[in-house]
């Protein structure tokens, strides 16, 4: 029992000296940029703190009134670790324009005093002055958006060399936006590089220049195969910000920010936005020729090769395998794997398997002799960047013993000249005879019906698994194919759970797996992430299958319905829920009839 209380002591004063270290201080606001007639929000935001606060008091801010709103506190536990974080709120208004510095703040927390970093602040003119006012709700402009959404761009290097495989991170920042929807993949000018697709986004919050974004970070791999200075962007995203327009001054109707909602819907719009980035510039050079090896594998990075053969003992004319294996980090589309070709051995085209980072080759080698006493060593040169040098990496020689084969193992042709026919030799052995013998044991075998049903059913227990393997194979090697066959399935049951939900009264729930099980079945047909199929791209692929219009047009206003709901904060009631439940089943269940 003694021992039970140490070890819980232990654990508690453990976790009381790692909660003390986690605490953390940090000041945001809601834009670096406002108008003489908007209010700047501060937030002020302690973590890991387990205990009553006192509001902080702030310094005097130049240019700007403070006036404190109040508390937020938030807990989570996430895989059994408590995190919480209380926050005070400001509203700052502005006195005057000009460029401001929100300085440091300072909190003491249990005798330890922690500060935020400075915020710079920008307060420009009123926007009445600037543009003349308007009726009803306005679609935001760019002006309003443009320190709101940004899109950086980064690479890992810019001094980098011709093919070198270089990763490109472009990340979307999103800051108190109207709902954004329909992002597209990051778009640039490609010419002078090689890119490979971009990996599925990621997302993520963060702090920049004080102001707390929304991230989505696309990520792939460049390679310039051009000399010199090359420019790289600027990096565009296009996307859709949705709006409420303000009722009976609908602009739609004027036809001037696109398409209408229509009925339910003439309340709200989407409006076309497109951030772009500053360009970023790389400095491409050539490698350099001195030291170059003559086997260069045209190979930039960092590498690792590897090189087995087996069996090691052989009788000549028996198949080796010769194996290799490139890992690291490099533009593997343009490495080369060593070429064998050695004295003594027959050797095939080798089978070769690319991965993002990696490959791997399978070769059969025979030795032609028994004097083949090694499989010579094989050589991987590549440039390393880092070093700016050249460097080979060297796998064997591998011993082996090679035997000459047994005579009887070789091949010879058969002949029937020399077969006696003297009457001894006839009636020893009949040839003859023989066949007579078999034709007449299977002939009585024939005749039972038995063996007839027998043989069928093994030779459609044989049919059977030959096409179960096949589809098994197929299933597990050609992802477009699963996800097709199982697309009906798994949007059946997001729509279950759709239903079971309508009882709870929560149409934002409802509507989010509604529109989770139309994207994702349409995603799973045309093997395409659910993330990059926008409302728009979706019709003009149904369109361009041939169905009937009304069919676009129905999943048209099921999508945007669901989006108006989950993100504009629409209502329906029950029996809207179940109408909307059964018309999506019905779409289901003529989609998989006409898309295959």
């Known amino acids: ?99 401001f510095q929100i300085p440091p ?37 760019t002006e309003s958006l443009q320190d709101r959404v940004k899109v950086l761009v980064s690479v890992d290097q810019k001094d980098v060399y011709l093919n070198q495989r270089v990763l490109l991170t472009v990340k979307l920042l999103i800051n108190n936006v109207p709902t954004l929807r329909d992002v597209q993949m990051p778009q640039f000018d490609q010419q002078g590089i090689t890119v490979d697709d971009f990996a599925k986004p990621q997302q993520y919050s963060g702090v920049i220049n004080g102001v707390r974004y929304d991230e989505v970070v696309f990520k792939t791999y460049i390679y310039p195969n051009r000399l010199g200075d090359l420019t790289l962007g600027p990096v565009r995203i296009r996307g859709n910000v949705l709006y409420k327009t303000g009722g009976d001054n609908n602009p739609f109707d004027q036809g001037v920010f696109g398409d209408a909602f229509k009925g339910f819907f003439d309340s709200y719009a989407a409006r076309s936005l497109t951030v772009s980035s500053q360009p970023l510039v790389l400095h491409v050079s050539a490698l350099s020729q001195a030291n170059r090896p003559e086997d260069f594998s045209g190979g930039i990075g960092q590498f690792d090769f590897q090189a087995s053969v087996s069996p090691l003992q052989v009788k000549a004319g028996d198949p080796l395998t010769l194996k290799m294996q490139l890992r690291g980090n490099g533009n593997f589309k343009d490495v080369k794997i060593p070429d064998f070709q050695a004295p003594g051995f027959k050797s095939y085209e080798p089978q070769i398997k690319g991965s993002e ?14 004097a083949v ?79 007839w049903i027998i043989s069928g059913i093994i030779l459609a227990a044989g049919i059977f698994y030959f096409l179960w393997r096949r589809f098994q194979d197929r299933l597990a090697h ?98 809207q829920m179940k109408a909307d439940l059964s018309e999506a089943q019905d779409l289901m269940a003529r989609l998989e009839k006409s898309i295959k």
């Open 1 to 99: 029992m003694k021992r039970i209380f140490i070890t819980s002591l232990i654990l508690i004063v453990t976790s009381v000296t790692a909660w003390a270290e986690a605490v953390n201080f940090q000041a945001t606001v809601n834009s670096n940029e406002i108008s003489m007639d908007e209010v700047l929000q501060l937030t002020l935001t302690f973590t890991g703190v387990n205990q009553d606060l006192n509001p902080v008091s702030l310094p005097n801010v130049d240019g700007f009134s403070a006036k404190y709103l109040g508390p937020s506190t938030s807990v989570s536990i996430v895989n059994g670790v408590y995190s919480s974080s209380r926050s005070f709120i400001y509203d700052l208004f502005p006195n005057k324009t000009g460029h």
């Open 105 to 141: 703040i300072t909190a003491t927390v249990n005798g330890q005093t922690y500060a935020t970093m400075p915020i710079e602040v920008d307060v420009v003119k009123n926007a009445s002055e600037s543009q003349a006012p308007a009726s009803g709700d306005q679609p935001p402009g």
């Open 357 to 370: 980072n990696g490959k791997a080759a399978e070769e059969v080698i025979i030795p032609t002799s028994p």
């Open 373 to 451: 006493k090694i499989v010579p060593a094989l050589h991987f040169s590549y440039f390393d960047p880092s070093l700016k040098t050249y460097k080979t990496i060297t796998q064997g020689p591998f011993a082996i013993k090679v035997t000459a084969p047994n005579p009887d193992q070789q091949f010879k042709a058969v002949g029937f000249t020399d077969i006696s026919k003297t009457p001894a030799a006839a009636d020893r052995f009949s040839f003859g005879q023989m066949l007579g013998d078999l034709f007449h044991m299977f002939r009585k075998l024939f005749s039972f019906l038995l063996f």
């Open 478 to 575: 050609d992802t477009a194919f699963a996800r097709r066959l199982k697309a009906f399935s798994q949007a059946r049951k997001i729509l279950i759970q759709a239903e079971a939900v309508i009882a709870g009264g929560s149409p934002k729930d409802f509507y989010t797996l509604l529109s989770k099980a139309l994207r994702d079945y349409l995603a799973d047909k045309w093997d395409e992430p659910s993330a990059v199929l926008g409302i728009n791209d979706i019709l003009n692929r149904l369109r361009h299958a041939g169905l009937q219009d009304d069919i676009p047009t129905r999943i048209q206003h099921l999508l945007e319905q669901s989006d108006l709901v989950c993100f504009a904060n629409a209502t329906r009631n029950a029996s």
